[in-house]
């Protein structure tokens, strides 16, 4: 059992008869009255995240977790393929347990936290960027760099990115998975 005051980003729990990954806490401690710790929850069989409040010193249930590196091999409808990097067993997980499937390159290497009691895979963590080749793009025009204006254009994956109106096909661009955002153009 732990308390709140071991909550932190990544953290699986058992809450309401499900499995949970904790996404943002923030500790409060008011003037007037008990601390307690705001939590976004992600329930890891169905994917909807929920707002609880702990309060402080509150017991929770933690689930023992296991991290092992993964590779992408290929999706097939709402089935994506990874293969373990040390044992090359393949794992076959659900569109819905991944955060940004869409920008998931084949070759990639991800983190899958396994339930140790249950051998069940429970969530899979991204790499904190991915670079990607723009696809599709309007063409750009020469003078485009100085406002902050964006246009969408559609990435190797299939995903459609908001980028500056500089980008054009061919460019490699380098994207932040956990917001699906343009951070900026890569040279090779």
Request: net charge negative; proline share 4%.
């Amino acid at each position: 059992m732990a308390s709140t005051s071991d909550i932190r980003n990544g953290l699986c729990i058992k809450f309401n008869h499900d499995i949970y990954k904790i996404i943002e806490f923030l500790h409060v401690k008011p003037g007037k009255g008990p601390a307690f710790v705001r939590t976004k929850l992600k329930s890891l069989t169905n994917g909807k995240v929920l707002d609880n409040t702990f309060s402080a010193g509150h017991k929770i249930e933690d689930i023992r977790v296991e991290t092992q590196t993964f590779q992408y091999l290929y999706a097939e409808g709402d089935q994506f393929h990874f293969m373990n990097t040390e044992s090359y067993e393949q794992i076959t997980l659900d569109k819905k347990i991944l955060d940004a499937p869409d920008l998931l390159k084949e070759g990639t290497n991800v983190m899958v936290q396994i339930n140790t009691e249950t051998d069940m895979p429970l969530s899979v963590d991204m790499p904190a960027s991915i670079v990607l080749e723009v696809t599709y793009a309007e063409p750009g025009v020469k003078g485009n760099t100085a406002t902050n204006a964006t246009k969408p254009a559609k990435v190797e994956t299939g995903a459609s990115v908001n980028v500056p109106l500089f980008i054009n096909e061919g460019d490699k661009i380098k994207i932040d998975t956990a917001t699906g955002s343009y951070m900026e153009r890569v040279k090779e």
